[in-house]
């Protein structure tokens, strides 16, 4: 099996920074796209940030220019980087990532149980 784990979430000011962390582990041959999730109370989950193998990114309109997405892949684990937060960015985030386990010839998606991100004076 493969698990994600998140951390880094938590409580900042407006106008703050956080950085996000997600580490894969079990038996993992690869590592293709990963990606950051966000979901506030009441709204359905969307798209923050994606990143292949080959590190090319891809972002949601709402954190382009203050969000970073990398990885180390040599850790199978991605960040995300996230300055000059607003109460908007308030939401559980959930990082995902396709991966091709030991044994396996196709990808399967797998999800973390997600990190709390609050934004409030």
């Known amino acids: 099996q493969v698990q994600l784990v998140e951390s880094g979430g938590g409580l900042v000011q407006p106008g703050g920074s956080l950085r996000l962390s997600c580490a894969a582990s079990g038996r993992i041959r690869s590592i293709n796209t990963m990606g950051w999730y966000r979901q506030a109370p009441g709204k359905q989950r969307e798209l923050v940030a994606t990143?292949?193998?080959?590190?090319?990114?891809k972002y949601a309109d709402s954190g382009r220019g203050r969000f970073t997405i990398s990885r180390d892949n040599a850790q199978n684990t991605v960040y995300l980087q996230m300055n000059s937060l607003k109460p908007e960015d308030a939401a559980v985030f959930y990082c995902?990532?396709?991966?091709?386990?030991?044994?396996?010839?196709?990808?399967?998606?797998?999800w973390g149980q997600g990190t709390q991100v609050t934004v409030s004076s």
């Open positions: 995902n990532a396709w991966v091709l386990r030991v044994g396996r010839t196709s990808d399967l998606l797998y």
């Open positions: 990143i292949n193998s080959g590190s090319y990114t």
